[in-house]
């Protein structure tokens, strides 16, 4: 069985003018390059990017990537749908699952197969791993990380500056609040282009550069592949695109790999060589493209038991919501706009546990701060009256879940089943998440406890006429609970170097190395979520264009 169009259900595979006015795909003849990145996404596109600044007057860079080109940027850039109804649109089915959202075993969401990857498609947040959450890391990377790289990765991604004077004095006002012994609270970061701006987030007296919306890799690899008709790069040096291009083996070939692509379209295959090759298809396809390679027999036994294990994401509540005018002296209304995080310090109590193992995101009139004005006609009245609605939700950590796993696929097939365990059930979460993350020894009733706690006091911050403002429910109750877990931000199914468990030893075995090399390879190397050692409290976004970013720099 070869891969084609139908193989995904939903898998969209097309060719359009608009692409190709718009940029060529690669047409030369040659099938050498030096370096050879698979999947556009996040991790990919950033990497192939910024390896094109470095080298792409001397090296020849491919990047091969299964989907087709859907759109030249991120949704946000020209729609005011939700992000994640445009996503859910896209979703393919590269995986089946036997349980459903009500048993013990299911993960949701589908992942994204198309040109710049979720990336064109995601929530834009990008708050940052915090320090204690990096002792999870093998030394090298927490060195790097801490040593500017995900500052550099903040301005790749063009860091927001700030959402208003509102939200300035919010944060202000809740860093005034015994909350922050254990937060540092700060308004949320963002990859939205903000040019008129000061650092600081008040308004330049004046820009000269206009803003670009949110960040997403298909814009930067359009920008390098530039606009046409117009002069080819034919078999020269510089960066390469194929769309509708599904890699099905990877093989060794001497000092060099050979990799065998499928044209979607056509059904042609067609064989690439490179001395480099990177796998940054996501915590999803990496591992089964690895599994599935001509040369996976001959990596080590080691490794093998690893590909694809440990799949895991960040268990995350659902919300609980209130209504509030005020905070302190600060006045709220229901067009007031606001989104704040709350990261956990990491402080530990008496037993030595993480007592607060989470971060909190608050959002401030959630359903008006992300959407872009762009038919004010269409965009309805906006809301009255003088009452805010202030939504809360929790984020934990997660350690590598060695009962997760990307199983094999058939023999010739490519649609493997996926074990993943629902987060929604929180006895497991007591049982085994909390406790190797946290070193947390607390019932199900001790966790909803913790939480409605700690909702008391945010709440307690705020007034509602007079009054002090309360949650429309409580964690335990009600439906209010955690979510299933989802692929969008799962990670660890190619594991870098990792602790198992808190204040634990790294240990002995793991897929890539701390440079992302696969172990027994020497130049293949992985960069998408699959090679985090754990499932952050935040975003990991920002930590894998951190991570991409160091890679471009080692193989520069």
């Known amino acids: 069985m070869v891969f084609d169009s139908s193989t995904y259900i939903n898998f969209v595979s097309e060719e359009t003018a608009a692409r190709e006015r718009l940029f060529l795909q690669y047409m030369g003849r040659r099938d050498d390059f030096d370096i050879i990145i698979v ?80 990336s064109i ?82 308004p330049r007296d004046q820009f000269f550069t206009e803003p670009t919306g949110v960040f997403n890799t298909a814009e930067l690899l359009v920008n390098q592949l530039g606009l046409t ?28 790999f050979e990799l065998v692509a499928r044209n979607t379209q056509t059904g042609e295959g067609r064989a690439f060589k490179a001395g480099t090759v990177i796998l940054a298809a996501g915590s999803v396809e990496s591992p089964k493209l690895l599994r599935r390679s001509s040369l996976y027999p001959s990596l080590p036994q080691t ?12 268990p995350t509540t659902t919300e609980i919501t209130t209504f509030a005018t005020s905070i302190g002296n600060v006045a709220l209304k229901a067009d007031d706009h606001a989104k704040i ?128 403002a309360q949650p429309d429910g409580q964690y335990g109750q009600g439906g209010k609970g955690f979510g299933w877990g989802t692929v969008h931000h799962a990670a660890g199914s190619l594991r870098m170097p990792y602790r198992p468990a808190l204040d634990a030893p790294f240990a002995t075995n793991s897929v890539v190395d701390e440079d992302l090399r696969v172990i027994g390879t020497q130049q293949l190397y992985v960069c998408d979520m699959s090679v985090m050692p754990l499932s952050t409290t935040a975003n990991p976004v920002r930590t894998l264009v951190a991570l991409a970013l160091r890679l471009s720099q080692q193989l520069s």
Not at 42 to 70: C, H, M, P, W, Y
Not at 303 to 314: E, F, M
């Open 39 to 118: 999947g556009s996404g996040i991790g990919g596109g950033v990497l192939a990017d910024n390896l094109t600044e470095r080298l792409g007057s001397q090296k020849r860079i491919l990047v091969l990537e299964a989907g087709s080109f859907l759109y030249p940027t991120h949704v946000y850039n020209f729609c005011r749908f939700p992000n994640f109804r445009l996503a859910q649109h896209y979703g393919c089915d590269t995986f089946w699952q036997a349980g459903n959202n009500t048993t013990q075993n299911y993960i949701g969401e589908k992942p994204q197969l198309n040109f710049g990857g979720r």
């Open 229 to 256: 008709p117009g002069v080819s790069q034919g078999d020269g040096p510089g960066l390469h695109l194929l769309v509708n291009h599904f890699v099905e083996d990877v093989q060794r070939q001497g000092s060099q």
């Open 341 to 468: 995080v709350f990261y956990s310090r990491g402080l530990r109590d008496a037993n030595n546990q993480i007592r607060y193992p989470f971060n909190i995101e608050m959002n401030i009139n959630h359903e008006y701060w992300h959407l872009r004005e762009n038919d004010p006609e269409e965009a309805g009245p906006r809301p009255g009256g003088d009452t805010a609605r202030i939504d809360i939700k929790f984020s934990f950590g997660n350690c590598l879940d060695e009962n997760n796993e990307v199983k094999p696929a058939p023999p010739f097939g490519y649609v493997p089943e996926i074990v993943f365990r629902n987060q929604s059930w929180a006895d497991y979460l007591a049982g085994s998440r909390f406790p190797a993350f946290a070193g947390w020894q607390k019932s199900p009733q001790d966790i909803w406890n913790v939480l409605n706690e700690v909702t008391g006091q945010i709440f307690g911050q705020f007034m509602l006429n007079g009054q002090t």
């Open 121 to 202: 498609f995601w929530s834009g947040l990008i708050p940052t791993v915090q320090d204690w959450e990096l002792d999870y890391f093998p030394p090298a990377v927490r060195q790097a990380l801490t040593g500017g790289l995900l500052k550099q990765a903040g301005e790749t991604m063009n860091e927001s500056r700030s959402m208003g004077a509102i939200a300035k004095a919010m944060v202000e006002q809740l860093r005034q609040s015994p909350l922050a012994n254990d937060f540092h609270i700060q308004e949320t970061p963002r990859a939205l282009h903000q040019p008129y701006l000061e650092a600081n987030g008040t």
């Open 303 to 314: 490794v093998q038991d690893l590909v694809g294990r440990g799949l895991t994401d960040h």
